[in-house]
């Protein structure tokens, strides 16, 4: 059948992402990093365990090539639904009140670090004589910041209460859905194959008017219709419920000409204003742990590290690098202005990481093809080492700054603390 | 990409799968009946919405039947992976020392309801002139008990602590461990080609030191080391080490040539013994609600209902169910000899249903080439007919029988029976 083979391949892929992840952890790095490595090692560019010529799956598709492609449709398959449900657990911990709470001073950080990171990334790419869309992707890839690794540095630290994490937490939400919006356009562009005024603004008008109507009116709809979920007579009718909506906007999403994802984070924006009372993130979480690995593992495996060899393309990784890092840290550093040089430094680096909204944005743009390969793996390595960079360096930030005075004590049985050590992000 | 394509298929199955669950559920009905049916209806024998020759698909193989090909191997992955789940919360809900504390009253039942129903079944479709494969395939299907819609049952009409009801869970138990090794052994012989003494003689012995090796062994080594789960660093670990053992047995199992889910199964028996440590039935929940709807939905889909439009092939059908119901019934109500006829029957009746274990029977005989579609459609019809005949008859026969005392009030909060109307088998 075939189908044993493909389950041996997914059981390599879960088995080795975890191990990768325990073994990063205890370094102190984050398992991402991990997974993403595993995957690079694993895939078909190196030790090809997974994603290689499918042996029984020849005998069904008569052909190696063809064999090799039904395997990675179903890899592909799984990596986006771990994707999704990424992006669906990061709506669920981004509640629109708390989105709309949150001062200016967060939306200025956010602003001036989606704004310089953008504009650097695609007037280095135009410099170099890349063609308008591959400049726009590796500008968008630049935006956003990852969430989960931030606030989790930053709760290792024991400076969650702090006012600087807490700005950093408030501007990576907002960051994530400029990012998120930037994406869409970014996308839109792409589909439609060249730059026309006419397209993008009715792209950059859908994406925000979707965004917009999902997030306002669904969050509306779920906080009026939650109480009546628990009637339904399936079991775990809320979960449930959710999981369809998640599906049905990403597929949404997809047929206007969205990311899938914008879709599924948009689905848990909605369901976050009830997800305490149906323990909805509790309940996504064990899928998340299933799924989400294979997309990292599954990302890493299509990285052919071999380009590296190239010596231009492995200085051209640093250089966005360094600048991705460069003007995050300056344009949130000024958004943080006026509150002393240290706590700027420290809003900027705590932006820095790229992490796995870097790797989606590289993902989408090699998969709809405006991304070639070598644009691809700088995206990706840009997106590791803007991550890996950060958990050394914080620290050294914070070093001698007196801590804040926690609100509640911040030992290993606190719940936010256990919370940010799951890489959650903690109600502001 | 076509991803976007078959994310629509997967919301698809997921959206009318648990629809179905509702309305079945809503008209006392179990839901994995309105899952198989709804199957049925948009699979591409009929409405043709999930599986047929998939659009943007064919652009990737060049040629519609590879597409659907490649279409129809990821459905068979995710509906693979629904069965691995299914098969390994099953398992987490039946622990060893359980097994080896029900009396010989259980195992008795047990025995004499799988020894009747498969030489019934078996003999008939000899009878029939069908080879000794099929012959064996199908007395394998009229083997198993479905152990949750029959505590289901029993749960919702509040007999939960009867005699009669500890009788049939206990027996439904053991049933299930005679079933899959029967299971291994057909496979094997299936595998093999033919009925030869020896290779049937080493699945056995195989399949009966794999089951037991791990059953004891694995149990013993999850009982001693399970303490040290909590020490790795990696989020949620001892879920995730469960789940890469489940996932590690079940290509184990395939490639020793038994069932995945045979592994699965031993996996969940195994951390059974921790499951309450690390609230691994909880977990596994929410990955069991996404999952195993797409098996139910996509074994559903591969019927094909045009089959019954022969006369003589819908005739089959009956006898094979009439067969199954009155070979169990008589075969459990004379294991449960000197009860009375009242509990006799209900016994019988009890332990009637196929559910899932009869499909997935089904679907491996299928998979392997040994059921012909025919016999594949008949072994469906009989599964869901014998599921669909107990809810209604099971009350009738419990009517005017003195409730047992209930040592908790089984109110709605009773976690006990919140436990059974999840489908959950509680402990006895």
Redesign the interface.
């Given at each position: 059948?075939?189908?044993?083979e493909?389950?041996?391949q997914?059981?390599i892929i879960?088995?080795v992402a975890?191990l990768a992840?325990?073994v990063f952890?205890?370094l102190g790095q984050p398992?991402v990093i991990g997974e993403l490595l595993a995957g690079i090692l694993i895939g078909p560019h190196a030790l090809g365990w997974i994603g290689g010529p499918g042996g029984a799956?020849v005998g069904?598709?008569h052909d190696p090539a063809?064999a090799q492609?039904?395997l990675g449709?179903?890899l592909?398959?799984l990596a986006?639904?771990g994707a999704?449900f990424l992006l669906f657990f990061v709506g669920l911990e981004t509640r629109l009140s708390d989105l709309l709470r949150v001062g200016a001073r967060a939306a200025t950080v956010a602003v001036a670090g989606v704004v310089l990171p953008f504009l650097a990334g695609a007037a280095l790419m135009l410099a170099l004589g890349h063609p308008t869309l591959e400049a726009a992707f590796v500008g968008t890839a630049l935006v956003a910041t990852s969430v989960g690794i931030t606030a989790r540095v930053l709760g290792d630290l024991g400076y969650l209460n702090s006012l600087e994490a807490r700005i950093i937490l408030g501007a990576a939400v907002v960051d994530d859905i400029l990012g998120m919006i930037a994406l869409a356009i970014v996308t839109g562009i792409g589909a439609a194959g060249q730059v026309a005024l006419l397209p993008v603004a009715t792209t950059a008008a859908l994406a925000l008017a979707f965004t917009a109507f999902v997030a306002f009116a669904g969050t509306r709809v779920v906080r009026r219709f939650s109480c009546h979920l628990a009637r339904?007579?399936?079991?775990?009718?809320p979960?449930?419920?959710a999981?369809?909506v998640c599906?049905?906007l990403?597929?949404l999403a997809?047929?206007i000409g969205l990311a899938?994802i914008i879709g599924a984070f948009l689905a848990g924006l909605a369901f976050a204003e009830t997800r305490e009372q149906y323990a909805l993130e509790h309940?996504?979480?064990?899928?998340y742990?299933?799924l989400v690995p294979m997309f990292f593992v599954i990302t890493g495996a299509s990285v052919d590290w071999r380009l590296f060899l190239d010596g231009s393309l492995l200085g051209l990784a640093l250089v966005v690098t360094a600048l991705a890092i460069a003007t995050k840290a300056v344009g949130c550093g000024l958004g943080a202005w006026g509150l002393g040089l240290r706590s700027m430094a420290i809003v900027g680096v705590g932006m820095a990481p790229r992490g796995e909204v870097g790797l989606i944005v590289a993902s989408i743009g090699q998969?709809?093809g405006a991304l070639p390969p070598q644009l691809f793996s700088v995206v990706v390595v840009m997106s590791v080492l803007t991550t890996l960079v950060v958990p050394p360096l914080l620290p050294l930030l914070f070093r001698g700054h007196a801590a804040p005075a926690p609100s509640t004590p911040l030992s290993a049985d606190d719940p936010a603390l256990a919370a940010v050590q799951?890489?959650r992000l903690p109600d502001l």
């Open positions: 059948m075939g189908i044993g493909v389950i041996g997914l059981f879960f088995a975890k992840g325990e952890q205890r398992p799956l069904l598709f063809l492609e039904a449709l179903v592909h398959v986006e639904l999704i339904l007579h399936i079991r775990n009718a979960f449930v419920v999981v369809t599906l049905g990403a597929v997809d047929v899938a309940q996504t979480l064990p899928v742990e299933l998969g709809t799951d890489g």
